[in-house]
């Protein structure tokens, strides 16, 4: 029992590593002001880049580094559009998540021949899940992000500008400078959760992200906007798909064994959402014209 229990443990917390990435960065993008739908694209790319570089050089350092650099600018076009251009972050989020589904599928067949699945990669070679450089990331995520968001000045600024962008801007506050910079922290950190997933997966497979970006915007909701807030829901996200893995060998319907994380998002978010308050800026463009009104 206690072999099977730590068993489960284990998938729980491995299954946790992108969802945990992910809902930290999308912490300072909401923080920020900026509402990032775009993490399921930005998951999916980071995915794509980190086995299309280990594939070809053999390494997986080059192949974090391209989800990086992938990351960063699918964030960048993000933050270009909701930030300078002031396009509705909802639509542009999802606009960047069509878009980047169809460029990954367009990768997909130049790079190795298949609209479906890449080639199989080594992943990191890791003795153990608990030093892969991917989960200590993960870890070291959630503690400097919590410093970094309630202990330094950036935090302030960050925190500030969410709740009233108009406020920061007449205290002297950047607000495009911060929120870009809420949007490509939050662009790095999901790219790294899609090259968690590919590199465990030891490929790449045609939306392998599989609706993980928005879980991941879940559990920062219902983590209250804070980092260990997320971190810890994310564990419950992970818990779930771990049942789900664990009642498919049962007599249960495997339809609703598969839809299991999702009603448990929706029960969850049902009952926390309401007692959640965003930052009250989140989702507003800023106007500068709007001081003068």
Not at 102 to 113: D, H, I, P, Q, V
Not at 162 to 174: F, L
Not at 201 to 215: C, E, I, L, P, V
């Amino acid at each position: 029992m206690g072999i099977e229990f730590s068993v489960i443990l284990f998938q729980v917390i491995r299954i946790a590593v992108p969802y945990v990435l992910t809902s930290v960065g999308a912490t300072f993008s909401e923080r920020g002001g900026v509402v990032n739908l775009a993490l399921e694209g930005l998951m999916l790319a980071g995915a794509f880049a980190a086995v299309a570089g280990q594939s070809s050089t053999g390494s997986a350092l080059t192949g974090i580094v391209s989800a990086l650099l992938c990351g960063l600018g699918i964030a960048l076009f993000f933050a270009f559009m909701t930030v300078t251009l002031k396009v509705d972050q909802i639509v542009a989020g999802i606009a960047t998540n069509i878009l980047v589904m169809g460029a990954t599928r367009f990768g997909l067949t130049l790079f190795f021949g298949s609209a479906n699945i890449s080639g199989r990669i080594a992943g990191i070679d890791a003795p153990s899940l608990f030093l892969d450089p991917l989960f200590i990331t993960a870890v070291l995520s959630v503690v400097a992000g919590h410093l970094l968001l309630y202990k330094t000045p950036y935090g302030l600024r960050l925190r500030a500008t969410g709740e009233s962008a108009e406020t920061a801007d007449s205290a002297g506050i950047n607000v495009a400078a911060i929120r870009y910079s809420g949007v490509l922290v939050s662009g790095a950190l999901a790219s790294l959760g899609g090259a968690f997933l590919a590199f465990q997966q030891h490929s790449f497979t045609d939306n392998m992200s599989a609706g993980r970006g928005y879980m991941a915007l879940a559990a920062m909701i219902i983590g209250k906007w804070s980092p260990v807030g997320a971190a810890l829901a994310s564990l419950m996200f992970a818990a779930g798909e771990s049942m789900e893995i664990w009642f498919q060998t049962g007599q249960i319907p495997s339809q609703l064994i598969q839809s299991l994380p999702y009603v448990i998002t929706l029960f969850v978010l049902a009952g926390f959402v309401g007692k959640s308050v965003a930052p009250k800026d989140a989702g507003v463009p800023f106007e500068k014209s709007r001081r003068s009104d």
